[in-house]
Nanobody, 115 residues
Framework: QVHFVESGGDLVQPGGSLRLSCLVSGYIFSIYAIGWYRQAPGKQREIVASITIGGGTTYADSVKGRFTISKDNAKNTVYLQMNSLKPEDTAVYFC?????????WGQGTQVTVSS
C-alpha cells in the first residue's frame, strides 16, 4: 500500500513560492498528526512543519513565517505552502506521521531553490 504520496516539488528562484501536496491514506490521516520533513544533501532529515488531527500547527524556526501547513480533511491531503524560498530550503521534502515512522518514508519530492 502507498501511504504517503508527495507532489509539487520544482525548481524555483530565490524568493519564489511552491505548494507541496501530500496525499495520505485515510487510516493514517484519521489517527496521526502529519509532518512535512526535508533532507538536504549531507544533512540530517529534519521536520519543518506539523499539523495535528485537530488542526494545530507547529513550525521549525527556520521556516516560521514563510511556510504554512494546512490540510483538507475531505481530500486526505496535507499541504505545505512555501513562500520567500531560500537556497537553503533546497531539499527532498517528505511527509510522514509526526512522530515519524520508518516504514512510511517514501521517495519525497525535490525542491530546488536556485538562481
Amino acid at each position: 500500500q502507498v501511504h504517503f504520496v508527495e507532489s509539487g516539488g520544482d525548481l524555483v528562484q530565490p524568493g519564489g513560492s511552491l505548494r507541496l501536496s501530500c496525499l495520505v491514506s485515510g487510516y493514517i490521516f484519521s489517527i496521526y498528526a502529519i509532518g512535512w520533513y526535508r533532507q538536504a544533501p549531507g544533512k540530517q532529515r529534519e521536520i519543518v512543519a506539523s499539523i495535528t488531527i485537530g488542526g494545530g500547527t507547529t513550525y521549525a524556526d527556520s521556516v516560521k513565517g514563510r511556510f504554512t501547513i494546512s490540510k483538507d480533511n475531505a481530500k486526505n491531503t496535507v499541504y505545505l505552502q512555501m513562500n520567500s524560498l531560500k537556497p537553503e530550503d533546497t531539499a527532498v521534502y517528505f511527509c510522514n506521521t509526526d512522530p515519524d515512522q520508518e516504514r512510511y518514508w517514501g521517495q519525497g519530492t525535490q525542491v530546488t531553490v536556485s538562481s
